[in-house]
């Protein structure tokens, strides 16, 4: 595997002749900041309440819609409050999110919405942010000099109308202040028309027709220009969706019921600790007072050259403080919403939806059984840094956020992950989600550890953003803590890499029926290019007859203070040298309701990219590395078909550095009670496609898609 460096001198002989900045990126961030030595599985995972879970996270309650049909209207509250996310932490960390507005319980990742498709759901959203943010906001990132507290919520995988998909240009904030693209307000004439329940400023709806297969989906902040530090504070929950499908499957014992059923969300994060006044001595001139006390959250700042590429003097600007950054790496994981949760199963099958809610850092999970007599319950590889411990059940995958799979997958540990191959086990990019079993039957008294080793950037990051016991190369240590008085022996974080243990109790018998899981005729809707083969390596599948081909880029270049930044682009040249264009330039994904096409995303970086794309869901159909001569974009070396996984619908592909990733969609709208009006800002349907590291997104990677 080439280096980030060998890659850029690749590209830059690739990219020969016409002077591109290819690749140009070379960094190994690591945080200015540490979290507290925590100590892990102390504290129960927290499940949904209306799973049964009184200590889990809020699930908000509908009411049936006055004006709408067939619609259950959910008022939602997005605002600031304080939940004790570990107990070493000293005190509750300040955290924004969003809660049930006829619920005071307020906890990290509150909000749940559960769903069914046939009823739609209508979103009556109370912005009460206070006005200054809990994370340094860097006013130079476009969109970012405006009101600190404004907020746009996105239906993340949502199939919605544009006035709903909530997108960049739809924010608004507390006074009523609001973007471009924003119709959904006070005055309304499709939502402010509750009879007896004006919109008030500082409110907003969103409707949601949930026409669509089942599927953990998630809502989340996709403001202007703070996008990155809203979700990273905390403006994120699930929303599950349910149809009939789902149901015959649970029915016929193939899929485990919502009772066995569990969301489990991954964020990495960086708490302020007693050593971040040392570290970090700009903490206090650039954060709010109210988040210098340990356990706050911290996010960096500092563009500092001496871990990420800066080009400095001539006409590049000084960056500011507080700045963006390329990525943003945390060395703490939290599980649904708390930090280092253990979680008690019994001894049966359990059906789990993974979603990587990280801003930046890419997952490869494998099952670990733990050593008992190991405080840490890992043995450590001195030699491979991969764990020596006996390997847990399989992963069974049903399902990605497009739905399920055509047939299931089976992930059998361990395999970690090779930046040769950019293989692993379960490998999930931010904001990509899987479905999946797991069979705990026979393990009672067994504990087992999730674990990472996916490396961050990815898939070529240096072990600095790599956190566990025993990183030769990470100054950051885990240590082993005693209890004085009844002499038990804890280990601790920063830990990313075991990203939950899993604690099986004696139990009930619960036998996968025999047969395969997944009927693929009930892949919903049908794919558009037809599968020949689900074994493993699957072909490349080919381009349809008659489908029109648009091309497009993945660029990197440095911004106007030097700082490195992502851009999406065609493959005309922008006039500055690269194929980049900025997010707010003009339009140039437009695209007819109704229509198919095939995009071809050509990755000129040396990062793997998960694109993301509101509206629609996409067939992979295939990845190949390509050559750029003369201007011209060709596919050059070995083609190869979607992942095993990946044969289904997706909404968030992982697109890597040096290939072509061939994708196809319909560009199909929903149906609406209402009818829906043209974007002010683009005169079109208004929706976006981006990447969903969040740093990237904000800087500047996303262009808008409108359907006209
Ligand atoms: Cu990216």
Redo the contacts with the bound molecule.
């Keep these: 595997m080439q280096t980030r460096r060998e890659f850029i001198k690749t590209s830059a002989a690739v990219g020969a002749g016409l002077a591109l900045p290819l690749g140009v990126g070379t960094y190994s961030a690591q945080a200015a900041a540490n979290s507290s030595n925590l100590r892990k599985w102390l504290q129960p995972l927290r499940g949904l309440t209306i799973l049964g879970d009184p200590n889990g996270i809020p699930v908000a309650s509908g009411f049936p819609d006055p004006v709408f049909p067939n619609t259950n209207l959910y008022q939602i509250t997005a605002g600031e409050f304080l939940d004790q996310l570990h107990p070493d932490l000293p005190n509750p960390t300040r955290l924004w999110g969003y809660w049930d507005s006829t619920n005071p319980v307020r906890r990290h990742l509150g909000g749940v919405i559960v769903a069914r498709r046939g009823t739609a759901s209508r979103i009556r959203v109370t912005n009460s942010l206070p006005a200054r943010h809990i994370i340094p906001v860097d006013t130079t990132i476009e969109g970012a000099n405006q009101a600190q507290n404004r907020i746009a919520v996105h239906l993340h995988g949502g199939f919605v109308p544009w006035v709903s998909d909530g997108g960049p240009f739809n924010w608004w904030a507390p006074d009523g202040a609001n973007g471009l693209s924003f119709l959904n307000g006070p005055g309304s004439a499709i939502f402010d028309t509750i009879p007896g329940s004006p919109m008030r400023p500082g409110q907003a709806d969103y409707y949601y027709p949930n026409d669509q297969s089942a599927r953990l989906m998630w809502y989340h902040d996709h403001a202007h220009g703070i996008t990155r530090i809203n979700a990273y504070s905390g403006l994120a929950t699930g929303y599950l969706l349910l149809d009939g499908i789902n149901d015959a499957y649970v029915a016929s014992g193939k899929v485990p019921g919502l009772g066995s059923t569990l969301p489990v969300v991954f964020q990495d994060k960086v708490f302020v600790s007693p050593t971040t006044v040392l570290t970090d001595p700009t903490w206090a001139a650039v954060a709010h007072p109210d988040v210098q006390a340990t356990g706050s959250l911290w996010y960096e700042h500092v563009y500092d050259p001496k871990v990420v590429k800066l080009l400095k003097g001539g006409q590049y600007l000084t960056p500011p403080n507080p700045s963006c950054i390329p990525e943003f790496f945390g060395d703490t994981m939290l599980c649904n919403g708390t930090v280092y949760p253990a979680l008690t199963v019994e001894a049966k099958r359990y059906r789990f939806m993974i979603l990587n809610a990280c801003n930046a850092r890419f997952l490869n999970i494998n099952v670990f059984r733990a050593n008992p007599r190991n405080v840490d319950g890992i043995d450590l590889d001195p030699n491979a840094l991969f764990p020596l411990n006996p390997p847990g059940p399989n992963i069974v995958q049903i399902g990605t956020e497009g739905g399920f799979l055509v047939q299931e997958v089976t992930h059998v540990s361990a395999k970690p992950f090779n930046p040769l191959t950019l293989t692993g086990n379960l490998l999930l990019g931010p904001a990509e989600r899987a479905d999946v079993i797991v069979d705990f039957t026979g393990l009672a008294g067994q504990e087992f550890i999730l674990y990472n080793d996916a490396p961050g950037p990815f898939p070529v990051g240096p072990p600095t953003n790599d956190y566990y016991l025993g990183n030769p190369k990470n100054p950051l240590q885990p240590i082993t803590v005693r209890n004085k008085l009844t002499g038990q022996k804890w280990s601790t974080g920063p830990d990313t890499r075991q990203i939950l243990r899993i604690k099986v109790v004696g139990g009930a018998y619960d036998p996968q029926p025999a047969g395969p899981i997944l009927n693929p005729n009930l892949l919903d809707p049908a794919p558009l290019v037809p599968y020949t083969t689900t074994v493993a390596p699957v072909p490349p599948l080919p381009v349809p007859a008659g489908v029109p081909v648009r091309d497009l880029t993945l660029n990197e270049d440095f911004d106007p203070y030097g700082r490195l930044r ?1 851009l999406i682009g065609t493959t005309a040249p922008n006039g500055a040298g690269g194929f980049g264009l900025e997010y707010t330039a003009p339009v140039t994904e437009n695209v007819k309701a109704g229509s198919v096409e095939v995009w071809r995303i050509f990755n000129l970086t040396a ?1 793997t ?1 998960p694109i993301h794309f509101h509206l629609v869901n996409v067939q992979v159909l295939s990845r190949q590395p390509f050559a750029l001569k003369q201007g011209v974009f060709g596919p050059a070396g070995l083609v190869r078909g979607p992942e095993t996984n990946e044969l289904g619908w997706k909404e968030t592909v992982q697109m890597h550095p040096g290939e072509v990733t061939t994708i196809i969609t319909k560009f199909e709208l929903p149906g609406t009670p209402f009818v829906v009006p043209p974007s002010p800002r683009t005169g079109g349907y208004e929706y976006v496609w981006h ?1 969903h ?1 969040l740093e ?1 997104e904000e800087h500047d ?1 996303m262009r808008p898609l409108v359907v006209g």
């Design positions: 992502q990062d990219h990447c590291i990237h990677m």
